[in-house]
């Protein structure tokens, strides 16, 4: 996919296919340091490393067994900057609905500390002009990719080397972020997806009536959760701008925080404000905590 974005004169992270612990070191020797080692078919940023040094590139390797049986991985550069995603639904190539989405913080600081209370939020403000550039470039890459009617889902980052591409799939996010998409702007994207493939054509326009957001608030260790603290000061600040959330009963085993944006404790907000939403979000992060029993 890499290959094909550059030839098509795309921004992306050098990358390359290593089948040994040889072949990563000699892609590091070429870009130095930090670089990132992950699946080339994996799940979000599960089995993904960040390699800051020799150590931390063996150990990488020994995790995917390379030379040892295990599938090649995809090591790149590491990209400095900001984390988000443009997504759309797309006929013949070309989006018909465009959508687009941030992580606070990025998905691997998220990942490294479960002290972390991670976010993601989809603007409504995704026809400024900030986001021309993304969102012209993310044009380009669903038809150098050749992609046609089908929904698509690309990551990006925007940094001091400007924007690089990350990858795209054509599938919708996972998380159930489409769930996001739909309660912002008064659509049904799941209906809009059969109507693309069957009739080729949607029927919608996005209202962009509302920034929505997931904020996750994780337990500080494994156990069984005891209960929470500052619950009903989140239900407060927050009266009438939660649509969905989870709250995990006394008792309930907690889950691994790789599982997911979806794992343990999270709530789902909305507000025609994308700032306000953030601040939310901050509170529910800063405020809500979940004890945990043996």
């Not at 090591?75 to 443009?86: A, N, P, Q």
Request: net charge positive; with cysteine; proline share 6%.
């Amino acid at each position: 996919m890499k290959e094909a974005l550059r030839r098509a004169g795309l921004p992306c992270a050098d990358y390359a296919a290593a089948a040994s612990l040889a072949e990563l070191a000699a892609f590091v020797e070429r870009t130095g340091y930090p670089v990132i080692v992950k699946p080339r078919a994996g799940l979000g940023s599960q089995q993904t490393y960040r390699v800051d040094d020799r150590v931390v590139l063996e150990r990488a390797a020994r995790a995917h067994r390379l030379g040892d049986g295990g599938e090649p991985v995809a090591v790149e550069e590491f990209v400095e900057g900001h984390e988000g995603f443009y997504d759309t639904l797309s006929i013949d190539g070309e989006p018909r609905l465009e959508f687009i989405s941030h992580y606070y913080p990025s998905v691997l600081e998220a990942l490294s500390d479960r002290r972390v209370a991670p976010q993601i939020a989809a603007t409504n403000r995704v026809e400024l002009a900030s986001y021309d550039e993304l969102r012209a470039i993310g044009r380009r890459v669903i038809r150098a990719l050749g992609l046609g009617t089908t929904a698509t889902h690309m990551e990006w980052f925007f940094g001091p080397k400007g924007l690089k591409i990350s990858e795209i799939g054509a599938r919708p996010p996972g998380e159930r972020l489409w769930d996001l998409y739909c309660s912002g702007n008064d659509l049904d994207l799941y209906r809009e997806w059969a109507n693309a493939l069957v009739h080729g054509r949607v029927e919608v326009t996005p209202s962009r009536r509302l920034a929505t957001g997931s904020v996750q608030v994780r337990p500080p260790r494994q156990g069984r959760v005891d209960g929470y603290r500052g619950l009903d000061r989140v239900r407060a600040r927050c009266s009438g701008c939660i649509w969905a959330h989870e709250l995990p009963p006394p008792g309930r085993r907690t889950v691994p925080i790789e599982k997911g944006y979806l794992a343990n404790t999270w709530f789902r907000l909305r507000h025609p404000d994308y700032d306000e939403l953030r601040r939310m979000m901050d509170f529910v992060g800063a405020t809500l905590r979940v004890r945990v029993t043996d």
